[in-house]
């Protein structure tokens, strides 16, 4: 059984959560600008839930390799009023992908009820505002930082080094006054980490699951997936990405965080029925 308590939105699930990307960003790679009016990020929201998503993760920065920061003004302009109107019409919960502790903020304000933060509150502030805030919040391994993050990432041990992160990061929320209940943690895929090391973290999920939080990833879309499949351009790695659900719902991942939702919950409907097999 899975639970997450978002802002109120109580959520208990006998299956794996898709949390659906909702990417407020002009230069966003998959969705190439597409919803950035207010109306579009909606319908694309609504969308979404009508698949069956079981969570709405709303950007502003892009954190794709190669990419820069936008300025707290920028990133506030733009995923406000998305998160807003979303919780305004949608009962669906909603959680904001940020590290800057003042968009965590104003969209807990706005309604969204759990944070996606791939700094893992590493940011000055953020586990304060977390603490603050109350709502789960994922916390996620990247190594670097998106502008340079894929230049030559080296590990002893990609396994072990993510982990012992991972639990660092438990360790210092919970000495900031958030509850190891409240947190999630996933081992940021192609954040800092070449398709060897990518593979490694998904053939070894298992090896995670006895810290006993639950897992959340992402490999939607991204580059690991092309590379496996001859540079295969984003819009045909629809495929692969659910092999890769299939095989970290089978390591015992509690969420995945997808652009297409549709496709994933079926997946996830029959791989959870046949894992729940005996
Ligand atoms: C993720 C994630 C995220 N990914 C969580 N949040 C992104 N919790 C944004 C590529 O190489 O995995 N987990 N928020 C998107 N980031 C990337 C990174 C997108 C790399 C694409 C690539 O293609």
């Known amino acids: 059984m899975i639970r997450i308590d978002c802002a109120g939105k109580l959520t208990e699930f006998s299956r794996p959560l898709v949390m659906g990307i909702l990417n407020v960003t002009p230069d966003s790679f998959s969705d190439g600008g597409e919803h950035f009016s207010l109306d579009l990020a909606l319908s694309r929201a609504r969308q979404m839930v009508n698949e069956g998503a079981d969570i709405i993760d709303v950007g502003g920065e892009s954190t794709r390799p190669g990419s820069q920061g936008v300025s707290l003004q920028q990133e506030l302009d733009r995923v406000i009023p998305v998160i807003a109107a979303i919780c305004a019409e949608i009962p669906t919960p909603v959680s904001v992908d940020t590290s800057k502790p003042q968009v965590m903020r104003e969209a807990v304000a706005a309604g969204a009820g759990m944070i996606n933060d791939v700094m893992a509150l590493r940011q000055p502030g953020a586990l304060q505002a977390a603490g603050d805030l109350e709502v789960p919040v994922c916390l996620m391994h990247m190594l670097g930082e998106p502008r340079s993050m894929q230049q030559r990432p080296a590990y002893r041990d990609v396994v ?71 540079d295969r351009p984003v819009d045909g790695r629809l495929f692969g990405s659910l092999a890769t659900v299939v095989m970290a719902l089978e390591r015992g991942a509690a969420m995945v965080r997808v652009h297409d939702v549709a496709a994933t919950v079926d997946v996830v409907r029959v791989a959870s029925a046949v894992l729940a097999s005996t």
């Open 160 to 230: 072990v080094e993510v982990r012992q992160f991972l639990e660092e990061r438990v360790e210092n929320c919970e000495r900031a006054g958030i509850p190891r209940e409240k947190l999630l943690l996933d081992p940021g895929f192609c954040f800092g980490k070449n398709l060897d090391h990518n593979l490694s973290l998904l053939k070894n999920l298992g090896k995670f699951a006895d810290i006993g939080l639950p897992l959340v990833v992402g490999m939607s879309r991204k580059s690991m997936i092309g590379k496996m499949l001859d």
